[in-house]
């Protein structure tokens, strides 16, 4: 049995942390932007890209879900274990609750997502300014919530490769050896 995760776990794995990483630091910087046609460009970027990562979240659901994930290791505590699972089961749940808040805040606030300038997002809320400003609150809550946990998720990989010695992060690695 191996310890490695398949190369697409690893490939999508990779991809969404970047892609991610650039919504978080896109979204963060964007936030406080006088209104411009900079702001707007930047705006729609981003929601393009969160509408790629909420497809690509269900991808990688898909794949989970058909390709079992690696055992922790035996030597790891259940309590470690639980919180492992937790810590994942918290990550995909944000994966899905942040990109569909933006959605539902954007349709809110009136402002239709056309992917990629070419798709037409439909609107899932009618205009509500209450609700829209709502909606951003829990938007943003969430995504601090998102920095927290990502900042534990590395914490933990990192926990584990400098002073449990284990094989937690490298299993995860592009280079380190696979099956598929």
């Known amino acids: 049995m191996t310890t490695d995760y398949t ?4 490939g999508l794995h990779w991809l969404m942390a970047i892609l991610f990483f650039g919504l978080l630091a896109l979204g963060f910087y964007m936030h406080d932007l006088p209104l411009s046609p900079e ?9 393009w890209a969160g509408v790629t990562a909420f497809l ?12 079992r994930p690696p055992a922790l290791p035996d030597t790891m505590p259940k309590l470690m274990q639980l919180a492992a699972h937790a810590g994942h089961f918290l990550l995909y749940a944000l994966m899905i609750a ?3 808040t933006g959605w539902l805040m954007s349709s809110a ?9 070419v798709l037409p997002i439909p609107d899932l809320l ?21 920095v927290a946990v990502i900042v534990g998720h590395t914490g933990a990989a990192l926990k584990h490769h400098f002073i449990d010695k284990d094989d937690i992060l490298t299993r995860m690695l592009p280079s380190h050896a696979t099956e598929k």
């Open 39 to 47: 702001k707007l460009k930047l705006y729609s970027w981003h929601k």
């Open 98 to 100: 942040i990109p569909l």
């Open 126 to 146: 009618g205009k509500n300014k209450e609700l829209g400003d709502l909606l951003q609150t829990v938007h943003m809550s969430l995504n601090l919530l998102f």
């Open 56 to 67: 690509l979240v269900w991808i990688r659901l898909f794949w989970r879900a058909t390709h």
């Open 7 to 10: 190369r697409t776990a690893k």
């Open 109 to 117: 606030k009136g402002f239709q997502t056309v992917w990629f300038g």
